[in-house]
């Protein structure tokens, strides 16, 4: 698998909160090992992002990515909290 992230995911991440970094480096490690263990509730999005995939980093944090080639490519280009996401 070959994960890349979108400045504007980087931008985003620059602005959490140490321990919410953390967070995110782990769910990205796990998410490495495993797209689709339980305590990442991977999931397909709808509505204006739709054909985007999200994962959770704990707390609020989800972060959104597109894969291609049956997650020979990933591409992560949020995070955030699920408000700053999607707007509710």
Do not use: W
């Not at 990515?65 to 909290?81: D, L, Q, W």
């Amino acid at each position: 698998m070959e994960i890349r992230f979108h400045r504007k995911f980087i931008k985003q991440l620059d602005l959490l909160q140490p321990n919410q970094q953390t967070a995110v480096e782990k769910a990205i490690k796990a998410f490495c090992d495993n797209p689709h263990a339980p305590e990442l509730y991977n999931h397909p999005l709808k509505g204006a992002l739709a054909g985007h995939r999200s994962i959770s980093a704990g707390f609020d944090l989800r972060l959104v990515f597109i894969e291609t080639g049956g997650y020979v490519t990933v591409m992560f280009i949020r995070v955030g909290t699920h408000s700053q996401l999607y707007g509710s």
